[in-house]
């Protein structure tokens, strides 16, 4: 079925260490982003990408770093220079024609 | 996003009774989305809008879409507690580049 998959879903890491997030989708979305939730919050734009090699900075790419090197592809790094890690993340595509927005069942981050 | 705001914040009902949450920009929306969340889950997609004036239903939800496509509603009719949970609006602001953010969420509580 086609669909997003975002790994791992939960995630332990020490504080100082990066961590990159999967975000995988077999719908042949151009278009992918990156959102960070947190507690009792809204969904906050980390990064998006139009197209395979190239990206923007949404409004909290600070600490964070992104490729895509493949359409299907769209990983996220939680760089050490994140000041506060701990969240709920959020893969989405969109299409192109429709503008239907998938979202993949998230990734929750604690960093101890 | 404070360039998408939501309104109430947060708002408790009795059940059986009518709502109304509202998604307002001072930019042009171009593609609309309302998603529910419960608390801890991934979105559950409600709909979509693109079109100025354009309304849209599901089951005893509604989302409009003004005609200047910087204002949008969702109402529900007839409350129940199933409908409990943060509701989300989306939309893209960057006049079609792409760009989605979001709102920063309407939490709703229904009483029986």
């Known amino acids: 079925d086609g669909g997003i998959t975002q790994s791992p879903k939960y995630l332990f890491r020490k504080e100082g260490q990066n961590v990159t997030l999967s975000c995988e989708q077999n719908l042949n979305h151009d278009a992918m982003y990156w959102y960070r939730q947190d507690p009792g919050q809204g969904l906050r734009l980390i990064y998006y990408s139009q197209i395979v090699n190239d990206f923007q900075k949404g409004d909290i790419a600070e600490g964070y770093s992104v490729s895509r090197e493949k359409k299907e592809s769209f990983p996220l790094t939680v760089t050490s220079a994140q000041k506060n890690p701990t969240a709920f993340y959020l893969c989405a595509s969109r299409q192109g024609t429709t503008g239907e927005l998938f979202f993949g069942e998230g990734s929750r981050l604690t960093v101890l | 996003s404070q360039e998408l705001e939501q309104s109430p914040q947060s708002l408790i009902v009795q059940e059986g009774k009518n709502l109304t949450i509202n998604c307002t920009s001072s930019k042009t929306l171009y593609g609309l989305y309302w998603y529910k969340q419960k608390y801890g889950e991934g979105l559950i997609f409600l709909m979509m809008?693109?079109?100025?004036?354009e309304e849209k239903s599901h089951e005893k939800i509604t989302a409009k879409l003004d005609e200047k496509k910087q204002q949008s509603s969702l109402h529900i009719t007839a409350s129940q507690p199933s409908h409990a949970g943060t509701y989300l609006c989306g939309a893209d602001i960057s006049g079609g580049y792409n760009k989605l953010i979001f709102g920063a969420g309407t939490r709703l509580a229904v009483h029986p």
């Open positions: 809008l693109q079109k100025g004036g």
